[in-house]
């Protein structure tokens, strides 16, 4: 209400002016000059295009105090990983783009996202882009990090909805806000529209304590409850076109998996990723357009697929990982003579950080992904690589 008065006052004082004035003045309509972004939320639902950013797996651990039993392999600065250096330029590179939003997919900030972390890493890079970003936790947002010789407690999404959502001064996360709800009912999924576009933000950290540890798409647990929600979201939702992303993804780019991903997979989705065959089935029968997921530090395209992992060109998801954002790289599966293990991976590169540029129109969109930095260790050959085509909504 306080945001409808000033705006309610500032039209009166506009008409006070036209009245001294006289009916022959011309009167400027009050405006933003700074130009992109500001001038980019003006945009109507009948603009052409809409242009959305993707990825995750994003900021390395600052070496500061809070940190300083941690294995320094593991921190911004070792060798072994992006770094800086690998936020700085996917940032730089969305920030080129001009995007109307930024869907982050998960593991925004290692290795267990406390608030700090975020404040000393992703902040800054990324926080020129914030509030621009439609975040999506990953497990490194919830769950306790226990390799390679640490000993991280998990923060139950603690951090990552202090940050994108807002705190009080002792740290304890706003109820609500850029994240989605942070409530016992709802762990921060939700929906927005861009243009004509319908999209969706889902938490999959289902081995949590928030979630009582509880995977179950069926029955009264809180996964439940969010698959549900996502049957209602899509059954209101009116737009032709739809995008659906969370963290760990249902059909691998990593391993040679071209069904769910087995919980045993090694750098595939898990158990999380074989909750979310659930979804697929939803957004399958619902005509969604395209899934976007991280977790698997490369990027790769998949083929349209039914919720078995069958291509399916006429009636299938394209699935597109994009988990290049800075903090590491994985290694794509490939076969001996260098095919992908996974028939289903179009395309795909494991040599370098680069967001994807979505271009959505009416009724299609296209798609370009470029690395911004080569890999630790590689040479600028490395970045020689280019994946760019388009697609239709389909319905």
Not at 27 to 54: M, S
Not at 262 to 291: C, M, R
Request: with cysteine; glycine share 12%.
């Amino acid at each position: 209400m306080r945001s409808r008065t000033r705006t309610l006052s500032l039209i009166g004082a506009v008409a006070v002016v036209a009245t001294v004035l006289g009916a022959g003045a011309a009167i400027a309509a009050p405006a933003i000059g700074n130009g992109w972004p500001y001038a980019a939320t003006a945009k109507g639902d009948d603009a052409k295009t809409f242009t959305l950013a993707a990825v995750g797996d994003i900021a390395c651990e600052p070496d500061d105090a809070d940190n300083a039993a941690n294995p320094s392999a593991l921190k911004c600065g070792s060798p072994s990983l992006g770094g800086y250096d690998a936020e700085f330029a996917t940032a730089k590179q969305t920030t080129a783009m001009k995007p109307d939003a930024v869907a982050l997919l998960g593991d925004e900030q290692y290795q267990v996202g406390k608030l700090s972390d975020f404040e000393q890493s992703f902040e800054q890079a990324w926080g020129g882009l914030k509030f621009l970003e439609r975040p999506a936790p990953g497990n490194h947002e919830y769950y306790p990090y226990t390799k390679k010789g640490d000993n991280e407690a998990g923060q139950n999404g603690s951090g990552y909805f202090a940050y994108f959502n807002g705190h009080d001064k002792s740290g304890t996360p706003n109820a609500a806000g850029q994240a989605g709800d942070d409530t016992e009912a709802n762990q921060g999924w939700y929906s927005y529209d861009l243009g004509r576009w319908h999209i969706v933000s889902l938490n999959v950290e289902c081995n949590s304590p928030a979630f009582q540890n509880d995977c179950s798409t069926t029955g009264n647990g809180l996964l439940a409850q969010e698959t549900r929600w996502l049957a209602k979201d899509l059954q209101q939702n009116q737009q032709q076109c739809t995008i659906a992303y969370w963290h760990q993804p249902t059909f691998s780019a990593t391993t040679a998996s071209t069904a769910t991903v087995p919980a045993s997979a090694a750098g595939a989705g898990g158990q999380e990723g074989q909750v979310a065959d659930a979804w697929w089935k939803l957004l399958y029968a619902n005509h969604a357009t395209l899934v976007l997921n991280g977790h698997e530090h490369a990027y790769a395209r998949m083929k349209p697929m039914d919720p078995t992992g069958a291509s399916d060109p006429k009636h299938g998801i394209p699935e597109f990982i994009v988990g290049t954002g800075g903090e590491a790289l994985d290694s794509l599966a490939k076969n001996s003579d260098g095919s992908f293990a996974n028939p289903n991976v179009v395309t795909g590169y494991d040599q370098g950080f680069g967001t994807l540029k979505l271009t959505l129109g009416q009724h299609g969109y296209t798609y370009s992904y470029t690395p911004a930095l080569q890999g630790p260790g590689l040479g600028v050959s490395a970045l020689n690589y280019a994946d760019s085509g388009s697609g239709e909504c389909k319905r």
